[in-house]
């Protein structure tokens, strides 16, 4: 089993920061693919950002290439998103998510799941 806890979000302006951490307990942190997912008002889940187990390789959704920053340090049992040049439309509730493998993460296929922390962008 394991648990996931985000924290860092809030409230921010158009073209602010924010940083979003994973908090994890469980079985080993460091065996999982991890990943972000989110989901706006009235939309579907959808994926943001994954990271391969030993933190090599990372895979970010379109829209938020460029701008959004997926991390893991695997001795803390943390996952991060830094987010900048933020839009109104990231406004969404973030979930932190943990699969097997990244190919299952990004397509959705998720073995655990945070409880989400709500991020807002005003414009």
């Known amino acids: 089993q394991v648990q996931l806890v985000e924290s860092g979000g809030g409230l921010v302006q158009a073209g602010g920061s924010l940083r979003l951490s994973c908090a994890t307990s469980?079985?080993?942190?460091?065996?999982?693919?991890v990943g972000w997912f989110r989901q706006a008002p009235g939309k579907e889940r959808g994926f943001v950002a994954g990271i391969t187990d030993d933190g090599l390789d990372q895979y970010y959704a379109d829209s938020v290439k460029g701008r959004f920053t997926i991390s893991r340090d695997n001795a803390k049992n943390t996952l991060y998103l830094q987010m900048n040049s933020l839009k109104p439309e990231d406004t969404a509730v973030y979930y932190c998510a943990a699969s097997n493998y990244i190919a299952t993460l990004t397509s959705g296929d998720i073995s655990y799941w945070g409880k989400g922390t709500l991020v807002t962008v005003t414009s």
């Open positions: 469980g079985r080993s942190f460091r065996s999982y693919a």
